[in-house]
């Protein structure tokens, strides 16, 4: 929102929420009727084409969105070297309340403008015309309009609500007040209405120019470098004709430059060209290879999550994966495609967030597999390559310390990561699977005065090392498996051993465990507090009782560049298993975590709370 809103500022549907399509409808309908009634036939190449160019919009915009934040995380050619946060993301998340009102345009124009109806699918001459009203009077009067945003009356009402993205991603590009669109709107009529009246126009031609609209948008606000400097030497009058990221970007962090459309020309006529144009161009076509000094390796998990990661979708990813879109069922296709491609061509583990906490850099890689394929027996060895590989990746790289999150530190398909210390004793990268601080999570999350536990079913090293610390602390812990129960009671000292009990009658009301299946939940009494000891969220069946969220706790303010969920965990909240690789990094622990090694329970706690980290609950 603008500093001082004014006039037309908010789009006409806001209102209508994630039922804004619902204003394509009657086009929509009467589209239907009309095929309905006359048949295919009836339709001219105009009317065909609206619906198509409003989706492939959207899967342009949509390529452009997961290329920058790809590139940017890899750090890439990068241009500000700034975080994005939430709250850009939520402001950003509207960028197709631009397509749905052209779409409402163009449906518009074909019943007011006879001529939209005869068409034809191509004419070089209005193709030609096209290209010269942009390049004369649509420049021309954007950069006036442009200076007048910046005014300070039209730019604390209008303007300022695009320049609070200060790192801009492709889609910043659209995001203005509705008045702005308008003016727009009629800006970029010019080039298309006019051949059209004409009598030369064509749909090529209106669909081309804007997808040169949408691709010069979406390019220049990216926050890399992408244009080669051998372009502008083959062809030197290009820098007066075609913009570059770096020369959009000090409009939006010097304000007062840089006002031009696409074509710097204006800006040298009249004298508002940033000096430091050229030398940050050259500056940010130099590759930076930044060396992390924390690797998280994860995974995707559902099908779903492909959506989730920073590089899919930016309104699904900025909440937890558990809110379901009113959309997905539209894109399970492309889920479908990518897992399929990702199994197929995934060699390698791949970039997807990059996060800075003071000068303790961070980045995250995923295995390109999915939940899954983790369960199955044959793939194991396949899985334990990628994972392999990233850890001499790292280690070749200088990176400090690798977590392994989720089910890359799985029991039965690496003993949490012991299998390639093993192989590699010289690692230098320090392997943590977190257990240490998942296991004081849990510990600090179970309720004050709780005298008795219930494990039921098998368990995992961080459910091991809760009840030996709950025995040791005089708690009662009752399981019903003899197998689990016989090889615990073996590592637990005689004068703590009493407290382990087996039995299949005694039920407390404060059961903890990895995964807590629907007939298990069934039996437990009423207002039970469930505390899951695993990565992953226990499925809740029961209204009457408590469901604690996984290990996790609160991320500091001063972590930056946090704008998407991690899985199902809410904003700025990262899984223990996480957070103990960080803690790790930043304390300079030399040892592995790995096996059934397990850093010192009170000691990662302690260090979680010194460092900013802050619980979820209060045990």
């Known amino acids: ?309 920073r590089i899919g979708i930016a309104s699904i990813a900025s909440k937890p994966s558990g809110n379901p879109v009113w959309y997905s069922w539209m894109i399970w296709p492309v889920a479908w495609l990518s897992m399929i491609l990702a199994w197929v061509y995934g060699s390698s583990a791949f970039v997807i967030e990059r996060l800075r906490m003071k000068k303790f850099k961070m980045q995250t890689w995923a295995i390109p597999r999915y939940n899954f394929q983790y369960g199955m027996n044959w793939e194991r060895e396949s899985i334990n390559s990628l994972i392999e590989k990233a850890i001499l990746d790292a280690d070749e790289r200088g990176v400090k310390v690798l977590s392994l999150g989720l089910l890359n530190q799985a029991k039965l398909l690496n003993r949490s990561g012991e299998l390639f210390i093993q192989k590699y004793p010289k690692l230098r990268v320090r392997l943590v699977d977190g257990s240490g601080l998942a296991t004081a999570v849990v510990l600090k999350s179970i309720p004050l005065g709780t005298k008795k536990v219930f494990l039921p079913g098998s368990t995992s090293k961080v459910a091991h090392a809760t009840v030996i610390a709950l025995c040791e602390k005089g708690v009662q812990v009752i399981m019903n498996q003899k197998k689990e129960y016989d090889l615990l009671k073996s590592r637990l000292p005689e004068g703590t051993a009493v407290y382990l009990k087996f039995s299949n009658k005694d039920t407390p009301q404060v059961w903890i465990g990895d995964n807590i299946d629907d007939k298990q939940q069934q039996r437990a009494p009423k207002a039970t507090t469930f505390v899951p000891t695993s990565q992953f969220p226990l499925k809740k069946l029961r209204k009457d009782c408590t469901y604690l969220s996984t290990p996790a706790m609160k991320i500091p303010e001063t972590m930056e560049n946090v704008h998407t969920c991690e899985n199902w965990l809410p904003r700025r909240v990262m899984s223990a298993w996480r957070i103990a690789g960080i803690l790790h990094g930043l304390e300079g622990w030399d040892m592995h975590e790995c096996g059934d090694d397990m850093m010192d329970i009170e000691k990662t706690w302690s260090a979680a709370i010194k460092h900013g980290f802050v619980p979820l609950t209060k045990g």
């Open 1 to 309: 929102m603008a500093t001082r809103p004014g006039p037309l500022t908010e789009w006409p549907w806001q209102w209508m929420g994630n039922f804004k399509y619902l204003v394509l409808a009657p086009a929509v309908l009467h589209t239907a009727h009309r095929v309905a009634t006359k048949g295919w036939g009836d339709l001219d190449p105009a009317y065909v084409t609206m619906l198509p160019a409003l989706l492939l919009r959207m899967i342009h915009n949509q390529i452009w969105i997961s290329l920058s934040r790809y590139q940017t995380a890899r750090r890439k050619n990068l241009i500000v070297d700034r975080s994005i946060e939430f709250e850009q993301v939520d402001r950003e998340r509207s960028w197709d309340d631009q397509i749905i009102f052209n779409g409402l345009e163009f449906y518009l124009a074909y019943a007011m403008i006879p001529n939209v109806r005869l068409l034809p699918i191509w004419r070089t001459d209005g193709a030609i015309i096209t290209a010269l009203l942009h390049v004369g009077p649509v420049e021309f009067l954007y950069y006036w309009f442009h200076r007048a945003l910046h005014h300070h009356f039209l730019y604390s009402r209008y303007h300022s609500h695009h320049h609070a993205s200060i790192v801009t991603e492709p889609i910043t590009s659209v995001i203005h007040p509705f008045a702005e669109h308008v003016v727009y709107f009629m800006l970029f009529s010019i080039p298309t209405l006019t051949p059209i009246f004409m009598g030369c126009g064509s749909v090529l031609g209106v669909v081309l120019y804007i997808a040169y609209i949408d691709f010069m948008n979406n390019m220049g606000h990216c926050n890399f470098e992408l244009v080669p400097k051998w372009i502008f030497k083959a062809f030197p009058p290009l820098k007066y004709l075609m913009y570059t990221p770096s020369f959009h970007s000090l409009h939006h962090t010097q304000f007062r430059t840089n006002y031009s459309l696409f074509m710097p020309f204006y800006d040298y006529m009249y004298n508002t060209m940033d000096k430091s144009s050229n030398e940050l161009y050259e500056k940010s076509l130099k590759v930076r290879d930044e060396t992390p000094d924390l690797v998280h390796l994860t995974h995707m998990t559902t099908l779903q999550s492909t959506y989730h990661l």
